[in-house]
């Protein structure tokens, strides 16, 4: 209810209770942490034998040492870690910063304890760089998508549409590169596709005021129904034409790519992925550093505000939108060109949803956005390289995670999370 | 996305009552987004289509040519479509029986729309109704049908329900916006099914590939023979009546478009939102596993056996369900007629594909122009001018009063 | 001072708008003169908002002329209107809340180049403008830590920074202290006496009074007089209403039953867990008016919902009659006998999409069905009666009440909360942007309730009303009672002890004056 204008109270003598939101937040953190260090607890005992982190595979140019790590002791000691997180959130102990490194530590050793136990006594190591490699790959697409979000909702436009803007470029690029066997002009294509799809969302939102969800939907159902349909009726009538795609060669930076460890990493990777590397801080300026930056937030937090002093909202709020769909067009652009070449029906498989859920839980941030994004990327890569240690769980609920996470994420379990304050609402010149 | 106006957003798609001299508009505009998707759908087929496009290469010389080649295939694609809807008595139980999880899982995301609530995930909970449906069909032998089929339904309605509850559970008390959490929750959903497919419990003994057993004649839903006209439509009937009545005529009804149409003025009437929003939530998400049952128990026509559980079982419904529920206004009336109209494309849509060698996703393309017409009448009114307010014109009438518009 | 800004006269003429079958500015003509302030006077809806959006190039007119001098200006924008040297401090802020002080005051024209967004000028030009008019504000504090008062001077800060000649003041007193209502003043004057035009927007009658040169009174969209400074403040309530007002309530002393509604201790935290209201001690008699008075933003709204239970009380007691009633929901204290009215009625008060019947038993529904199923003939039979007996002004108890006029509106909410018995009737701000006629009403069918033995709790801003209304006023200042006084205490203690100074000090200040 009428929760009016705390600021006016001020803040200097206003005691502070713990909100009911931050408590509720706090125990769960806490209960989630409880969960998962007695899992891990569990697992010191299936732990024998040692598992062997690998630093590099067998192509690289550097070849590193295979760390062995005993694996009862490892799990043991992760375990224990995310065991004294948990206690500190649940029985509310220690500074809010010493609970947060607390946090990340428990994180890490989540991950790691996982691994080891999973790598434990397996003949084959755990190749540390192929994990890394791969999740870069996997979250190219991913974190440019995450950037579509960040621009379309900072600037007030709610986008759960990002899946289709992924399929319609993915399948604009594939035949166009398949047409012309010219892969810049398939990037080319695939990112007019992510803008013409940002363009409907733009006028259906803008000028017809349409709700931005459900608009949102209906466009993954266009993208869907109109690639699907295009595939069938054309593709299919001559595949060696329209699908036999070419794949973005992995290009190597010179120098740099022979730095240890990181060199196989970064620096020998598609096009794609370093444009997608290079896009978070560009994006990140973009929004924060510049007078358009500064106008994209103001329509998104206040359009009102925006208008009186001389902003024109609506053609902020496209331009943004528009360069979210560059940023969706070149993800998008990924799943034919960028990876696995030809083009089939609802190829994205829900990757435009894990952007969004990256967008959400790095809070409208670019770079936090891209870490999740990262972080979502690295989940998924988890289960293919576990694959062939015999994981002792099913991919398929590693595949799951990211759904999860944001679950978790959005319910204000690991933080709140507060999106731009006029996101997804019709702006009505002067009501 | 701000919690707070999400709610009352959502309503504006879904309106309760709209006053009477406005709905000959509402009317006019849905029919007239109806022709415009099908001409798009028409352009977009004609423009895709090797033999037609390649007349228009000599359109100049022979423009006769070009349009009677795009003429002729709309008429065969469409004519298509009519017929295998509509074209004969086997048709229009196919027509039937493919609106039937359309209307139960459309009710349900209408009955959310109404509680302001804009439930994405009747996608995952068609899932949970089909894994329940199917499993309790397959797994249970030696039951008498009268048994069978009720409890097969009541626990997929009961999944359902708890899944969608889980989203409403998780707005209701920590605000979790439910279309975020929806859609990762159909992405469980759907990761589970896969799983649950390799699984002992699951799988077909014998099978290496993810599909389940067949389900006991007791637990098919019984049809009117040589047709796919079977009780599951009726059930859909019944539910759009259930829906209807709760709606408007009960108490829950009342707070639930209360809630649906201002949470705080409900609050503050001693209502408990948090309470209207799980039992609405899963109320929706009970009519979507309902639509799940549906798909795994209703007989095919050459079988008269259902479809065996696989992981693609249900389709696109929950999402279909959606664009169900925007065409018909998220009320029940409505909803069937969409329910029947967008089941009749996908009826019409294999004699399409078979008869006029149009791929049957032509329908998807529709349908998704159909709900993108419907639900922005301002785009509409915009194209057809003379649906615009006329009440600006006659300023005599309006009974409004001042203080309310120049504030 | 001598300096002379601008000299020439912007002129408003004959402008007229139009929304549908309402004339919300009917050939209005108003001049605002350099080194004048032009006071606009009218009720809430009057059509001062409407005209002062068309000025500031938010809304089009349909008819009339805009002009400075000579030279017609054609409004087509805010950025326009900027540009002509037309400046707006807006009734609602119109500030980005997250954004700082620099960048809410350089948005739409941001300093540095290339595009390249230059926050170090921003700062240096807050702080050049803010140490040249004495407004001490932080560059780069974020706007929503800020107090309303400063928030405020941020506003004014923006039409300075983009040296606005001609200034409008939209109703800027709502939020303020009688204290900072003082400085605001001061401001205006002496951005007067620098050679800018003022446009003072209210229908506070005091400030007016106080403060114009010149006085425009407008009334359903037209101008109905023009004024001098002098004019009384009955003469001035007269034009603006149409007719003589009676502004105070005929009312009996109060037939006290002793004490119904009482607080210990208690103490409520809002959403984000600040402590709103602080260890409060208070009781209501059945039989007499309590209003709690003070500034908008010191708890008094917060001190309702948690009464209602909608805000989480950490600490203290309220019990209702002897029914400990602290920490119940809303559905528990509506059937302890509690009718609430809530302070924003479009948000918490109505379901704007439901008819006037649905409305009408909102909070009962339960009452109105058997076993669960709705009784519709009863509903609307409650309806006629509720409608007739509150002089409702509608078309039928099934139009929508968002259709209904905001008096309408707020008849439609005190007609359900007192259709039944009650015990307490809390009322925030009950007559906020109500026409008079219905203020009128209102406040009577409140008394008619006190005298029916109910303990009534009356949270308001507008001292006129609480003066009215009340059989002791108690004072709320940042979450806590300065004190509790009679109704006759004189205005200027009330307005030090809403600044939060306690009675007695306030007392010798006052009698110092």
Redesign the interface.
Known sequence: ???????????D??????????RVQRLSTGGLLLVVGLLLVWAVFSSDGVARIALSDAFDAVQLPVIPLPGTVTVAICAVLVLAAAVAFLANRGAGRVRRILGILAGVAVVLGFVTWVAAGSTLPFTLTNQLRGTLAVATPLVLGALCGVFSERAGVVNVAIEGQFLTAAFAAGITASLTKSLLAGLFAGVLAGVAMAAVLALFSLKYLMDHVILGVVINLLASGLTGFLFKQLVSSDVGRYNAVPIMPRIAIPLLDRIPFLGPILFNQTALAYIAILAVPVSWFLLF???????V??VG??P????????NVVWTKSASVLLGGVMAGLGGAYFTIGSTGAFRPDLTVGNGFIALAALIMGRWHPVLAALMALFFGFVTQLGQTLNPLGSPIDSTFLLMLPYVATIIAVAGLVGRVRGP?ADGQPFI??S | MTEESAAEKV?TVA???A?RSRRWVGVATTLIALVLAFLVGAVVMVVSDPNVVSKFAYFFSRPGDALGAAWDKVVLAFGALIRGSLGSWGAVTETTAQATPLICAGLGVGLAFRAGLFNIGGQGQAIWGAIVGAWIGFSLTGVPMALHIPLALICAIAFGAAWGGIAGFLKARTGAHEVISTIMLNHIAGGLLGYFLITPLFQMPGRTDPISPQVEWTAVLPRLAGTRLHVGFLLALLAAFAVWWLLE????G??I??VG??P?????????VGRVTIVAMSLAGGLAGLAGAQMVLAPTLLTSYPPQLSSGIVGGVGFDAITVALLGRSRPLGIVGAGLLFGAMKAGGLTMSAEAQTPSELTALIQALIVLFVAAPKFVTWLVPALRDR??A?????????????? | MTATVTDQVLRLEGITK?????T?NDSITVDLVPGRIHCLLGE????K??LM?IL?G??EADDGTISIGDRELHLT???KA?AAGIG?V?QH???????TVA?NLV????P?SF???DLGAARKKVRELSDRYKLDVDPDALV??????V?QRVEIL?ALANDAHYLVFDEPTA?LTPQEIDELMEIMRALRDEGRAICFITHKLREVRAVADDITVIR??KVVGRAEPSASESELAELMVGRAVNLKVDKDQPQRSGERLVLEGFTV????????V?HLDLTVEGGEVLCVAG?????Q??L??AL?G???V?AGTATLDGVDITHA???Q???AGLG?V???RQ????????SIA?NLV?????EF?NS???K?KDISRNAKERIEEFDI?T?GEDQ?VK??????QQKVVLARELSRPLSLLIA?QPTR?V?VGAIEFLHKRIIEERDRGTAVLIVSTELDEVESLADRIAVMY??GIVGVVPPDTPREVLGLMMAGIRQDEGTEEASDD
Request: overall charge positive; hydrophobic content about 35%; proline content about 6%.
């Open positions: 209810m009428t929760a009016t204008q705390t600021g006016s109270l001020g803040t003598n206003v005691a502070a209770v713990e909100a009911g939101q931050d550093k510049t007078k358009w930056g500064l106008r937030r103001s937090e206040h009102h505000a925006a208008d009186t002093v001389g902003i304050a010149k002067s | 309503v309106p309760g009552t006053p005529r009960t108490t829950l009342f707070q478009r209360a149409h201002n705080h003025a409900a609050e503050t009437a001693g209502m408990s009440r600006s006659r300023p005599a009438s309006a009974p409004k009063s001042k203080k309310e518009v120049s504030a | 139009r929304f549908g079958a309402l919300a809430n809806g009057a059509g908002s409407t959006n500031y938010l809304l924008s805010s950025k900027m707006m807006h802020f119109m500030l980005i809340p997250v954004f960048e948005l739409g024209r941001e540095g595009g390249l967004l929503e830590n800020l107090p309303v008062g928030q923006k939020v359903r969209g935290a809002d959403h984000a867990g600040h402590i709103v602080d500034v908008q933003g010191n708890g709204s917060e309702a919902a209602l909608t805000l989480p950490v929901p809303p559905k204290t509506i059937a609430f809530p302070e924003d948000r918490d008060g109505f379901v704007g999409d439901f649905e909102l909070n009962r529904p339960q069905a669960g199923n709705l519709l002004r078309s929508f259709a209904l006029s905001g008096g309408n925030n942007g026409d940042r979450g």
